[in-house]
T-cell receptor, first 115, second 110 residues
Framework: DGGITQSPKYLFRKEGQNVTLSCEQN?????MYWYRQDPGQGLRLIYY???????QKGDIAEGYSVSREKKESFPLTVTSAQKNPTAFYLCASSTPIGPGPYGYTFGSGTRLTVV | AQRVTQPEKLLSVFKGAPVELKCNYS??????LFWYVQYSRQRLQLLLRHISRESIKGFTADLNKGETSFHLKKPFAQEEDSAMYYC????????????FGQGTTLQVKP
């Protein structure tokens, strides 16, 4: 069953902690993306990667970091530098590079809460 | 700057009524536009893209370059259409990244 798996579904973080959100896809997609979804603000791009070992900052990259060591995996780390990390995080993939004929495939999301 | 604007946070209609979800964009060049939908407890998924010029679940959207709009329309709303709808624009430079609007919640009342 092909798709994107995000884990965990819910994540709680204490002030000053770094946390890592997992995103794995078995669709053989080249490009992967991380978006943040906040009520009334839509989806905002955090980071994206078009190819293994390469990634670019999106519109709100401050306080976040990513890696792309494998084609299938694109983990997102929310660092303590992120001032307001409580949000819903969505991972997506696409192939070829770009929205393609079928658009993005999205994961089910991770809800991060700072406690 | 590239931008997508959905002016309505919430659109509430009765079943059987026509629906139009507004989307305006700002882009210098030939845009590629999409509508995505998120039903309750489901993943965000592609509804349609302007290049396909197709009708999905009775929805259509026409790109109007003069008005820089890509409104989503359906002549007769159904209760199962209730969801969050996002308009999205493909960025320039073939990076593949999508720029999303703020989203509109469509509520179809019985």
């Amino acid at each position: 069953d092909g798709g994107i798996t995000q884990s965990p579904k819910y994540l709680f973080r204490k002030e000053g902690q770094n946390v890592t959100l997992s995103c794995e896809q078995n669709l053989n997609h080249d490009a992967m993306y991380w978006y943040r979804q906040d009520p009334g603000q839509g989806l905002r791009l955090i980071y994206y990667s078009q190819i293994v070992n390469d990634f670019q900052k999106g519109d709100i990259a401050e306080g976040y970091s990513v890696s792309r060591e494998k084609k299938e995996s694109f983990p997102l780390t929310v660092t303590s530098a992120q001032k307001n990390p409580t949000a819903f995080y969505l991972c997506a993939s696409s192939t070829p590079i770009g929205p393609g004929p079928y658009g993005y495939t999205f994961g089910s999301g991770t809800r991060l809460t700072v406690v | 700057a590239q931008r997508v604007t959905q002016p309505e946070k919430l659109l509430s209609v009765f079943k059987g009524a026509p629906v139009e979800l507004k989307c305006n964009y700002s882009y210098s060049g030939s845009p590629e536009l999409f509508w995505y939908v998120q039903y309750s407890r489901q993943r965000l998924q592609l509804l349609l893209r302007h290049i396909s010029r197709e009708s999905i679940k009775g929805f259509t959207a026409d790109l109007n370059k003069g008005e820089t709009s890509f409104h989503l329309k359906k002549p007769f709303a159904q209760e199962e259409d209730s969801a969050m709808y996002y308009c999205a624009l493909s960025g320039s430079g073939n990076t593949g990244k999508l720029i999303f609007g703020q989203g509109t919640t469509l509520q179809v009342k019985p």
